[in-house]
C-alpha cells in the first residue's frame, strides 16, 4: 500500500515539489522557535533561589537634589528613615547585575584557589551587606551569612553559592578557606543555595557574594574589580506584605517632607518580575503565531490540491468502494499520501535540524533540540492531518455507481 502511494506521488513530482520544499522549510521554522521554548521552561524547573514578593527596589531621583555635596549624608538619612517606617522589616544593599535582566558582572581576573583558577567570565559577582539574605530570603546552607562582627576580620569575608564551592572546592572542605580575589585575600563564611537573580528562565551561577559595609577603616580591603553591563547598586526594602494600599504614595510624601523635597523612587520587584516574564515570552510566541500563520498558508495550498486531485480521481475513488472499500479505507489513502509526503519533507528537515547540537548552535542543551525536532515534528503532523480531513470526508462521499457512470 505505502509502496503504491509513493509511486502516485511520485508520479506527480513536479506539482509536489514547492509542497516538499514549503513543508521543509515550516519545519525548520517551526523547530528553531520551538527550541527556545523548550529552553525556557527547561531553565524554570531550576529554583529561583530568593523571594521578590513584598520587596521594593528604592533609589532616589537626583534631578531632585539641590545640594550634591550633602547628597550622600542625605542617602545615608533617608535610608535609616526608610529601615525604621511602618510596614518594613528588612532593607539592603547589594551591586550586581540588576535583577530580572540580561546584564552581568564578573571579577576582572581569575578567581582563585591555590593552584586553581576560575575564569573570570564563568564568575557572577554580587556585593551585598549584612541584611541582603534576610530580605530575599536566599537560604545559607552551610556556615553563616555576613555579619557585623566581620568588622574585625583580618581578610574580607565571602560567601559562595553551591555551584561556585563546587567548581573551587569539590566536595572538599569550603568554611574557612582562602580565595584570592583580584588580589585580595577572601574567607568563605558561608555557602548558599544556588539562585537566579536574572529571572526564572535562566539557569543558576556560581556566584560570589562579598560583603559591602558603610564602615571605614576596616582590617581588610574594600576595594573591587569588575566588567559588567547593566549592573549597579540597589537598595531593597522588604515589606510585611499587609501594608495599605496607600503606602508607596505616603511613604514618597513622607521622604520628600522630611527631606528638602528629595524624591523617593520606588518600584514593586513583583511588578518587575511580571515585566521579565512578558518580555521573556511575547517575542517567542508572537514568532511562533507568525510561523504558524505562514504554514496555514502552505495548508490552504496543500487543501486546494487535494480537493483537486480528488475531483479528478473520482472513478478510481469509485472503483475502489464498488469493489469492497469502506470509508474508512478512502480516509486512510488520502490521509497517508499526505502524511507520506510530509514525511518525505521531515527527514531531510530532521537531517538539518540533528546539525544544530552537533555543532553546539545556540549554547543549548541536546535534549533541547531533540525535544523540539520532535515537538515540531507532532505540530507539523497534527495541522496536515487536520487538514486532509475535510477533502478525504469529501471523498467518501462519492457514490461508486454515479463515479462509475460519469467515466
Known sequence: MKWTMLKRLFARRNSRIVLLIELLLSYLAFFLIISFMVKQVQNKKYPLGFEY??????????????????????????????????????????????????????????????????????????????????????E?????????????????????????????????????????????????????????????????EATLLIRQVDVEDLPYETWMCMHGSYCGQSVFMKTTGSQPDNFEPELIAQVA?????????????????AKYVRNTWLPLVAIFLVILALFLNVLFGMFGVMWYNISLRRSE?????????????????????MVLLT???????MILAVQA????????????????????AVVIYLLVTGCVLLPSAQATKIHPAVALHEE
Open 317 to 337: 475513488i469509485g472503483l475502489r468502494m464498488a469493489v469492497g472499500a469502506n470509508k474508512g479505507h478512502i480516509y486512510k489513502q488520502f490521509v497517508g499520501e
Open 357 to 376: 547540537p552537533i555543532l553546539d548552535l545556540f549554547g543549548m542543551d541536546t535534549e533541547v533540540f531533540l525535544v523540539a525536532m520532535a515537538l515540531a
Open 140 to 204: 545559607v546552607t552551610e556556615g553563616r551569612w555576613f555579619e557585623p562582627g566581620d568588622n574585625a576580620s583580618a581578610r574580607r569575608p565571602v560567601v559562595v553559592s553551591q555551584q561556585l564551592g563546587t567548581l573551587l572546592f569539590g566536595n572538599g572542605k569550603a568554611l574557612g578557606e582562602i580565595v584570592d580575589y583580584c588580589g585580595q585575600q577572601c574567607i568563605v563564611v558561608g555557602i548558599c543555595k544556588d539562585f537566579k537573580h536574572k529571572g526564572d528562565y535562566t539557569r543558576p
Open 257 to 273: 517632607q522630611r527631606f528638602s523635597g528629595i524624591v523617593l523612587t520606588i518600584q514593586s520587584m513583583e511588578e518587575t518580575h
Open 53 to 138: 514578593e513584598n520587596v521594593y527596589k528604592i533609589g532616589v531621583d537626583e534631578s531632585t537634589v539641590t545640594d550634591q555635596e550633602s547628597l550622600g549624608q542625605e542617602i545615608g538619612d533617608i535610608m535609616e528613615f526608610i529601615k525604621n517606617y511602618p510596614g518594613v522589616t528588612e532593607l539592603s544593599k547589594c551591586m550586581s547585575s540588576f535583577f530580572f535582566n540580561k546584564g552581568y558582572m564578573y571579577p576582572s581576573s581569575p578567581l582563585r584557589y591555590g593552584e586553581l583558577a576560575i575564569p573570570n567570565d564563568q564568575v557572577n559577582q554580587m556585593l551585598a551587606d549584612d541584611d541582603f539574605s534576610r530580605a530575599m530570603r536566599i
Open 343 to 349: 514525511t518525505m519533507a521531515l527527514i531531510p528537515g
